[in-house]
């Protein structure tokens, strides 16, 4: 018996170690064995299951294989726009961890790291085998950890030690939470993981929030004329906790975050083709466009009868500003734009932008307002 454990971590070492005998030895329901499985040892049990009908036997021995260096240049090409997103986040998520004993791991939808952040010690190699850019850790290749759980499971989730599936991997303890993309896709996942550490279930929450900020940095990665904070009438805005649609300049929907496609029924499913906001709110899509910079949020109705508040944010490139511009203002405000464009581009040089737009320089100085030196 460990004596360093207070007695609920041994009672719950005990019982998990019930629970692996029934389902892994003697073939029955961790549930027989635990005196408490609840429901959140069900998709551990569903992993576990999953493994056996691989062939995998909890003994065998892990080599923690790296991917091919081609596949690996691949992996990360096709993951450009997630390590982006991720990037950022992650060093922040490693300063808050540093002192828990804990490191973040980043992989694709497919299981394999992509990234790593915090205090890792490379002279434990049970450390250094799971943090290499490239190493496989699917369930698939490593069995049930929290990486391939929330994968498989595509919700946030907790695993201690022997929740584990394979011997080699029971010094683990880890917390898993799976990254959507801008379309509503799972695009990879985000875990934080301990070795021989003292069991930190509140992490889960932890790493679902931290999941959370990569998703909107995804979401706002797209190129869009039109951001949309929406949130529950009373509800605070202007946090993570926002649901963003971003929408290029004619109105379709370019990203969403997951807590938009939670609040909005027509984005719970992610779309084969474009959607446009007009079949999102029932009002004319126009006038989201007007509220674009105004101060405060106003309400606006969905087809459901349900309302959110919603904050317009003008935003992208300056292409998309003059699309949304066009659609705001007065025909004379536009033009001014246009010219105010013009000369940015030509780096202040007012003559080239009036060639440019084929107008005279008198005119570009008149519509700007600015005074023709001498």
């Known amino acids: 018996m460990n004596t360093l454990l207070p007695p609920p971590a041994e009672q719950r070492l005990r019982q998990i170690g019930l629970a692996r005998r029934a389902v892994l030895v003697e073939g029955r329901h961790a549930g027989e064995a635990m005196l408490d499985s609840g429901p959140e040892f069900g998709w551990i049990e569903r992993s ?7 062939g995998q036997r909890p ?33 922040k998520l490693g300063r808050a961890i540093a002192n828990s004993r804990y490191f973040a791991i980043l992989t694709d939808a497919q299981g394999v790291v992509i990234d790593v952040n915090g205090l890792i010690d490379r002279g434990d190699p049970r450390a250094h085998l799971i943090t290499r850019i490239g190493v496989d850790l699917s369930e698939r290749a490593v069995g049930t950890t929290a990486i391939g759980a ?45 070795i021989d550490a003292a069991e930190r279930p509140e992490l889960k929450h932890l790493v679902s929030q931290w999941a959370r900020s990569i998703e909107n940095a995804l979401a706002l990665a797209r190129p869009h004329a039109l951001l949309l904070r929406v949130n529950w009438p009373g509800r605070t805005m202007g946090g993570d906790g926002d649901g963003l649609v971003c929408l290029d300049g004619d109105g379709r929907l370019a990203s969403a975050n997951p807590t938009a496609r939670q609040m909005i029924s027509q984005l719970a499913a992610p779309a084969a083709a474009a959607q446009h906001c007009a079949d999102l709110f029932a009002m004319p899509w126009e006038m989201l466009f007007d509220a674009a910079g105004r101060k405060g949020p106003m309400e606006v109705p969905l087809w459901s009868g349900l309302t959110l508040q919603v904050l317009a944010v003008p935003c992208g490139t300056p292409d998309d500003q003059l699309a949304l511009d066009a659609k705001r203002l007065p025909l ?43």
């Open 332 to 374: 004379k405000d536009l033009q001014t734009a246009l010219i105010r464009k013009a000369v940015d581009e030509a780096r202040g040089n007012v003559m080239q932008a009036a060639r440019v737009l084929g107008i005279s320089r008198a005119t570009v100085y008149r519509k700007l307002g600015q005074k023709k030196g001498r």
């Open 59 to 91: 003994d065998q021995r892990l080599a923690f294989d790296v991917i091919p260096a081609q596949a690996a240049r691949r992996t990360e090409e096709a993951n450009h726009a997630l390590l982006q997103a991720a990037r950022p986040v992650l060093e």
């Open 48 to 54: 576990w299951h999953r493994c056996l009908a691989n």
């Open 150 to 194: 929330a994968l498989a499971e595509l919700r946030p989730v907790w695993l201690h030690r022997g929740e584990h599936f394979f011997d080699d991997t029971g010094m683990y303890s880890c917390a898993g939470a799976p990254l959507f993309g801008p379309e509503g896709e799972c695009v990879g996942m985000l875990d934080l993981t301990g």
